[in-house]
């Protein structure tokens, strides 16, 4: 009797987060169907998978997230309706006093986007740049970091130190056993040279080499967003694919069914306190 009552414990609990994990998944797929979305960001989601991503980073309509330079707010429109009840969302984006036209531009759209829509009504803007003691968010608050695409610019802009200083950043805004998830260009590690800085992808190698120096511990990497037809050695580098097509109509017919980059998926933990 004891072992049956054990065994029907144990399938109760079985189930119950097999229900939780289908809840989960079911409202990240509502979230990348919501009428927020543009058709032109809903196209891209062949190539960044946003569903099984997000899944695969544990994100929940209760986290918690932060994510790191939203740009234009292609994962905003997905995040910011998903989060709006039940969790909470942090946009850190450029800082408010940048002397950089580019990042003043794009954080004055950014936030016209919030304005323009209901749904972002409850995201949080806060500021990062790859500097020391960034606070993207209240320390030890955030259930998830995210990052797509980032790497190589914080790499060529501030080199090894300053990615460090990013992920220290990141570290310090995530509760203990909170997630890291890293999105990025690969650049196989055969074709490391003294010009790849220059082509937008990044090794895998070395990210998870400096992720760690910042104390996280690499806890799982993914295929999801994986293109095993992107060889990484194209003439204007990863802006030669898709959706940038650097080199307009040379050869675009080629990039085109070549498709997005391929990508790193990787998923890094904070330890939890002891």
């Known amino acids: 009797m004891k072992a049956l009552s054990q065994f029907v414990l144990a399938s109760s609990l079985v189930l119950s987060q097999f229900s939780f ?39 929940t ?19 910011a309706p998903l989060l709006a009840k039940e969790g909470k969302y942090y946009a850190a984006h450029f800082p408010a006093n940048s002397t950089s036209e580019y990042a003043t531009r ?18 949080v803007v806060t500021e ?22 980032n790497l190589h610019n914080w790499y060529m802009q501030k080199g090894e130190q300053g990615t460090i200083d990013a992920f220290k ?11 890291l998830g890293v999105v990025e260009h690969r650049l196989p590690e055969d ?3 003294a010009d790849w800085l220059k082509s937008g992808y ?9 992720a760690q120096k910042a104390g996280f511990v690499l806890e799982q990497s993914s295929d999801i967003n994986a293109n095993p037809k992107d060889t990484a050695d194209h003439p204007g580098g990863v802006w030669t694919l ?23 998926t990787l998923k890094f933990r904070k330890p939890a306190a002891n």
């Open 169 to 179: 950043s990141f570290y310090a805004a995530l509760k203990p056993g909170g997630v």
């Open 128 to 149: 990062f740049s790859p500097l020391p003691d960034q606070q993207i968010a209240p320390a030890n608050s955030a259930d998830v970091v995210l990052t797509f695409r």
């Open 61 to 79: 309509p209760q986290s918690t997230v932060v994510e790191i330079s939203p740009g234009g707010g292609w994962y905003t429109e997905i995040l």
């Open 202 to 210: 990044f090794p895998q190698s070395l990210a998870i080499e400096l």
């Open 106 to 123: 794009n954080l004055k759209a950014f936030k016209g986007k919030l304005a323009s829509n209901e749904a972002y009504k409850n995201v």
């Open 21 to 59: 994990a289908n809840t989960d998944i079911t409202a990240l797929q509502q979230a990348v169907q919501n009428p927020a979305r543009s058709e032109a960001n809903k196209a891209r989601d062949q190539y960044r998978n946003p569903v099984e991503t997000l899944h695969f980073f544990g994100v």
């Open 242 to 264: 898709p959706p940038t097509l650097s080199q307009k109509e040379q050869d675009k017919d080629k990039y085109l069914a070549i498709g997005e980059s391929d990508r790193m």
């Open 191 to 193: 074709k490391k040279s």
